[in-house]
């Protein structure tokens, strides 16, 4: 399958990491929307969140625990966001889930 963060998740394609275990890998965004701005991804592959279901929903649950890690690693106290887009009109771009998160400014609400 031809899957970039697949590719990412292997090291196959080299990426900025900031945590890796066994399951989940994150790693900054190629093209920072914050003046913090990474990814955490499944090393498994899933599409997007439509994909999730009692048989994987597991993942989701770490990848938060790993967020709250690095978050605290990175002294983000003032808050962050994280985004998970899904689909077309969701704004997903890669088709393996992801969440981004975004952190070291005002971020608004809603989002465009
Ligand atoms: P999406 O738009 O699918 O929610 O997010 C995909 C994200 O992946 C974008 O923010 C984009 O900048 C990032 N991205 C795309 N290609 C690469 C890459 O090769 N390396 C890294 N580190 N990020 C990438
Ligand atoms: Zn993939």
Same mark, same amino acid.
Request: one cysteine or more; proline letters at 5%; a negative charge.
């Given at each position: 399958?031809? %899957?970039?963060? %697949? $590719?990412?998740?292997?090291? *196959?394609?080299?990426?900025? $990491?900031?945590? *890796?275990?066994?399951? !989940?890998?994150?790693?900054?965004?190629?093209d920072p929307q914050a003046p913090v701005h990474f990814l955490v991804i499944p090393k498994v592959h899933? $599409? %997007?969140?439509? *994909?999730?279901? *009692?048989?994987?929903?597991?993942?989701?649950?770490?990848?938060?625990?790993?967020?709250? $890690?690095?978050?605290?690693?990175?002294g983000l106290s003032k808050g962050y966001r994280i985004v998970n887009n899904c689909g077309e009109d969701?704004?997903?771009? !890669?088709?393996?889930?992801?969440?981004? !998160?975004?952190?070291?400014?005002?971020?608004?609400?809603?989002?465009?």
């Amino acid at each position: 399958m031809d %899957c970039l963060f %697949c $590719k990412i998740a292997s090291g *196959e394609i080299p990426s900025n $990491k900031i945590y *890796e275990d066994d399951r !989940v890998l994150a790693f900054y965004d190629i093209d920072p929307q914050a003046p913090v701005h990474f990814l955490v991804i499944p090393k498994v592959h899933i $599409k %997007c969140a439509d *994909e999730i279901d *009692e048989s994987n929903a597991d993942i989701v649950a770490h990848v938060y625990t790993v967020i709250a $890690k690095i978050a605290a690693r990175l002294g983000l106290s003032k808050g962050y966001r994280i985004v998970n887009n899904c689909g077309e009109d969701g704004g997903q771009t !890669v088709g393996h889930l992801h969440f981004h !998160v975004l952190a070291g400014r005002n971020l608004s609400w809603p989002p465009g």
